[in-house]
């Protein structure tokens, strides 16, 4: 179990009279290997009050702004690009998908919501917590990111819903920032990951985002330098690891390297999600045109992540448009019905579930808390928390 502690330099707290200059808050996460959040606080001179509310209210508007704005252009640019295709059409390739590869689609969701229901259980294992049953890591972890995915961090942050739900089994909040870091980073880890073996191995394949992307970085021999460069940067965090090198300075964060064990537990989570959402498109496009898995998995990196980049509330538009564009040797009727039913099986139905899941426990949490009060009223001993 995780405390947070207050110390000062050295251990010695002010005294009195002096006026310090510097203060350190240190968030400490007690586990089998500690990690510790280190924030620095130096004297500075302060900017108005004014001034900073204001700062802060540009910042809370303008990125649902952004994501506005990168919703109408994409929608005007698929408009442009899908013109003349009627819904025929996309009926048509909807249809002509076989039941068995609508199986595999489905196969392919469960597979990504359990690499995602791990980023949970192995941040948890970094932290050293071990009595949350694997139902209830999968069913937070599938509820934070079916809301995430579709409503956007920026509105809805997963952190809200992983805090409601750990709060109750005894989390305390730096614990639960850590856990919030750890997912996020794990996931950003498998796409270096991927994206570092797709250019490596097929550096032409940026050729087909040539129309978004400048010609430098479409260049076969660049494509294949970043990639080296991606995977470079995994290997130095496998590294770190393994040697325990010295922790990450990222801003006012002091992020320790997890041991080995939960590495490559990472290693191996990270890209699942990602293989198992391409996997959703790649089974339902035509069999016929035998589309690379490669090409599909490539593709899908840069298409989701130009959705996450955006803003845009579930990447609507952005996602799409990317894909489209990186298509262009299979029909855009085959590509958009591919793109509905990944939008179906791994945002729609999941999100329609999750509020079930988040009624339910707010109902559970709200009765256990009316109990509660009565049971103060009464004189009698409260229930044991929600379990």
Known sequence: MGSAEEQWPGGQGPQSGERTARRT???????????????????????????????????????????????????????????????????????????????????????????????????????????????????????????????????????????????????????????????????????????????????????RLEDLLPSVLTNPATARIVGLLLLGFVTLYVAGSILHLPPLMIRKAKLEYPRPAIMVRQLIAAPLE?????????????????????????????????ALVSHAPGGLGVFELVFLTAMPDIPKADVLAALIIFRLFYLLIPFAVSLVVVLLFERARLAQAWRARDAVDSGSVPPPPLS
Not at 287 to 301: D, K, N, Q, R, T
Request: net charge positive.
């Open 25 to 207: 808050l240190w968030p400490v996460v007690h586990g089998p290997f500690p990690l510790a959040v280190r924030m620095d606080f130096r004297a500075q001179k302060k900017e108005p009050r004014s001034t900073t509310v204001s700062m802060k209210k540009v910042r809370e508007f303008i990125w649902p702004v952004i994501g506005l704005a990168a919703v109408v252009v994409s929608i005007w640019l698929l408009y442009r690009e899908l013109r003349g295709m009627s819904l025929d059409d996309v009926w048509d390739s909807l249809i002509a998908v076989p039941g068995h590869r609508y199986a595999l689609a489905g196969l392919s969701t469960l597979v990504a919501y359990a690499a995602l229901a791990w980023y949970d259980r192995i941040a948890l294992l970094h932290l050293g917590v071990r009595h949350i049953s694997w139902l209830f890591v999968s069913v937070t972890s599938f509820t934070t990111y079916a809301l995430s995915h579709n409503i956007g961090a920026s509105v809805f942050s997963g952190a809200v819903v992983r805090y409601r739900a750990y709060t109750s089994k005894g989390l305390g909040a730096p614990q639960i920032a850590v856990l919030v870091a750890l997912c996020s980073f794990t996931f950003g880890l498998g796409t270096i990951l991927l994206g570092g073996l797709v250019l490596t191995i097929d550096p032409t394949l940026l050729h």
């Open 274 to 306: 990602l293989l198992g959402a391409a996997g959703i498109i790649y089974f339902v496009l035509p069999a016929e045109l035998e589309p690379s898995f490669l090409i599909v998995l490539a593709v899908f990196i840069a298409s989701f992540s130009a």
